[in-house]
């Protein structure tokens, strides 16, 4: 399996988590556009991110990871919905980033902002805002997680242009240790342990012998693979109700200006959906409450 998140237990302390790998949902994100590497490594790295986080959460729905930033590469988004799809997009300036490959973070999207939204099937939508301010992706959810109320959570996160690799470890509320000075010791154990991990070894290595080389002194329990994949949500009916909610008046100017067909690209996939006057006229036919129900390609 190419593209997958497998998460693990420690027996003995109150201590999870998660590694992913992505590879082919990888390539289909970048085979949508030439990315610079830069860029390319760090949409990477937020694939990765957004999987990790949907393998911790218990939820329907969509879960949506975007940054946005002055600088050269203004926009990061992915999105993974809890089936385990994941797409994603940038929006950059090419010539402001140039070929520089180890472009960081704080000088790709300077004075940025990180959003994290849950958008459930049912029930409330949440987003948290977190200041795009660390050295990399990993550290900026990592203080995400310290500054909000939630388990104190660590992220790492690599990615090369060909494959992603993220690992997350999160504390658990007390249940093997509830001293709790024990509990800041063992946390700090694991933690002190994945720092001394080396991008070659977190791009690499697989999933067992990625926890051997850090944990073989700990019970550790790995769980099965789940797999991800690429997939895009966009589709004709979504174009056209983007074009119906646009108003009668204004979707027929638009028809006109465009020269009688009126194009909607997915700027996730690339996908183009293609609406002529026909196409128009039906969509706002009886008094345009009707969703068109004709589906071409
Ligand atoms: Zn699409």
């Not at 520089?100 to 959003?115: E, F, H, K, R, Y």
């Not at 028809?255 to 690339?270: K, P």
Request: proline share 4%; with cysteine.
């Amino acid at each position: 399996m190419n593209d997958f998140s497998q998460r693990f237990l420690f027996d003995d302390t109150d201590v999870r988590g998660e590694m992913v790998a992505l590879r082919e949902s990888y390539a289909h994100v970048l085979a949508k556009h030439a990315y610079p590497q830069a860029v390319a490594q760090l949409l990477g790295e937020m694939m990765a991110a957004a999987a990790l986080l949907v393998g911790t959460l218990k939820f329907d729905g969509l879960l949506v990871l975007q940054a946005r930033a002055e600088g050269p590469l203004s926009l990061l988004m992915v999105e993974c919905s809890s089936a385990r799809e994941l797409r994603g997009i940038a929006r950059y300036d090419a010539e402001r980033i140039g070929a520089d490959v180890d472009a960081d973070l704080q000088s790709l999207m300077p004075n940025g902002v990180l959003a994290i939204t849950i958008d459930p099937t049912r029930g409330q939508r949440y987003q948290g805002i977190v200041d795009l301010d660390g050295a990399d992706l990993a550290e900026c959810l990592s203080n995400y997680f310290a500054s909000s109320e939630q388990l104190p959570t660590r992220f790492w996160l690599k990615a090369d242009g060909q494959r992603a690799r993220g690992l997350l470890l999160q504390q658990l509320p007390p249940h093997h240790q509830t001293e709790p000075q024990e509990r800041a010791e063992s946390w700090n154990h694991v933690l002190t342990l994945a720092d001394t991990l080396t991008a070659e070894e977190l791009l690499g290595l697989d999933n067992p012998t990625l926890l051997h080389r850090l944990y073989h002194e700990e019970n550790v329990r790995l769980f099965d693979e789940q797999p991800l994949q690429f997939r895009c949500s966009c589709s004709r009916e979504r174009s056209a109700g983007a074009l119906a909610s646009l108003g009668q008046a204004d979707a027929e100017q638009l028809l006109a200006e465009q020269g009688g067909s009126v194009e909607i690209d997915c700027q996730f996939c690339n996908e183009r959906y293609a609406f002529d006057a026909a196409d128009i006229a039906q969509l706002f036919a009886g008094a345009g409450s009707e969703a068109p129900s004709q589906t071409r390609h």
